[in-house]
């Protein structure tokens, strides 16, 4: 009983340490939105940090390395385009 009774306290305690650390460094990241800083590192690594425990945060930082990846691609299309027609 007091097995269980101390894992619960240190999976409540983690869980708990986890969510504040996480949604203190994506709370950072947002302010660094507007203001000198690197915001676009600092929110995915804050929502990884959430990810850890959270599987909401686990699917938004999915959708944002989607959101990333189409825009890389998009952009290398795009330089792609450019460099061809520059050729021609």
């Known amino acids: 009983m007091i097995k269980r009774a101390i894992h619960l306290t240190y999976a409540t305690g983690r869980r708990i340490v986890i969510a504040v650390v996480g949604t203190s460094v994506v709370l950072l990241g947002v302010v660094m939105l507007v203001t000198p800083g690197p915001a676009i590192v600092v929110i ?16 938004w930082l999915q959708k944002l ?17 450019t460099h061809r027609s520059q050729e021609v």
Do not use: D, T, Y
């Open 44 to 59: 995915p690594v804050g929502l990884a940090i959430l990810a850890v425990e959270f599987v909401w945060a686990r699917k």
């Open 65 to 81: 390395r989607q959101m990333i990846s189409r825009r890389n691609a998009e952009s290398h299309g795009q330089r792609a385009e």
